[in-house]
């Protein structure tokens, strides 16, 4: 984990001065290679920007040139903003899709490159369209988990509730360090201990599973849950209205699958216009 600290002016004053050739130009600071199918990097964040943890962006880089024209027009696409929203920096988790028009390029980024950020964060991952609760779910697949790497990182996360359960399902091992990684680092981070409260991270119940590669906890937690197991293992009862709010990013059939059993237990969706039990955002389009 690279060192986090807090939006200042002073901070802002101190963006390179370098003159930025691309629209909405972000500098990358820090870039890591997680596996053969994902990466987190940092850039610069523009002074104008503000969001609320769990929001997304638009970035992306310049296309090649129009054969005929010459033009290039920007390739952008969906990201959740990983890092929380007093963070000094934006960070990204992203995957490499081999022939994917954007992340086979993407994926190819060093320290000092530039990319296009559209600084318009939208999203339903947020705070504010959920009603007050005792307990946060954060269910995330694959790359689901960046918008969570926010609000794990956001002082209202624990201002809101008792406890935050933050379950993670992937094919593989590898692919959970990145979150793994993130929630140890929680513990010895001195300045969210003292901005969110000394041992907050005590509230934090971490459930990571794998579906394709052995692992101390192997399964989908979608069956997890209905067997009962899920909620066994991290010693709370069922998912219920009173107590449960839920937030969701993952694949489409993840999404209907997890919506469709949070009803069941008498949860509603919310909005930000209308704050409810819970909230689903895709983790990417097919
Ligand atoms: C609201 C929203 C937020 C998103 N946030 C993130 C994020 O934080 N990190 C991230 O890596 N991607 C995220 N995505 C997906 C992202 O927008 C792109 O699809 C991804 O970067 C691949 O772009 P591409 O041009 O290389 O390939 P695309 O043409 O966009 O995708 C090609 C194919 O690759 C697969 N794919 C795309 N994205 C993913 C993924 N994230 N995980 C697994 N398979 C995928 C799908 O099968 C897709 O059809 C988000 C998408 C949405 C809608
Ligand atoms: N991850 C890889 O190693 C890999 C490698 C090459 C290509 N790809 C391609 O990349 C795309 C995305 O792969 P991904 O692994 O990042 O994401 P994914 O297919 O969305 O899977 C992520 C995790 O979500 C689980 N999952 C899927 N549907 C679910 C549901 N309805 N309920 C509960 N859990 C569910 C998967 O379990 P299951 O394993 O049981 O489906 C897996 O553990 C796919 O098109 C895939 O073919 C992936």
Known sequence: MTEMRPVTDQATDATPVKTLALPDAQTV???KHWTDRLFSFRVTRPASLRFRSGEFVMIGLMGDPDPKTGKQKP???AYSIASPSWDEE??????KVQDGPLTSKLQHIAVGDEIILRPKPVGTLVHDALLPGKRIWFFATGTGFAPFASLLREPQTYEDYDEVIITHTCRQVGELTYGAELIESLKTDEMLNELIGEG???KIKYY????????????R???LMR???AFADLGVPQINPADDRAMVCGNLAFNLEIKDMLEGYGLVEGANSN???YVVEKAFLD
Do not use: A, C, N
Not at 90 to 95: P, V
């Open 29 to 31: 600071t820090f870039v």
């Open 221 to 223: 937690i979608t069956d």
């Open 208 to 219: 990571p599973t794998t579906t394709r590669e052995e692992s101390p906890k192997m399964g």
């Open 200 to 202: 907050f991270w005590k």
């Open 275 to 277: 704050p409810q039990h």
């Open 90 to 95: 934006l960070e990204f988790y992203s995957i």
């Open 75 to 77: 390739l952008l696409r």
């Open 227 to 229: 067997s009962g197991e």
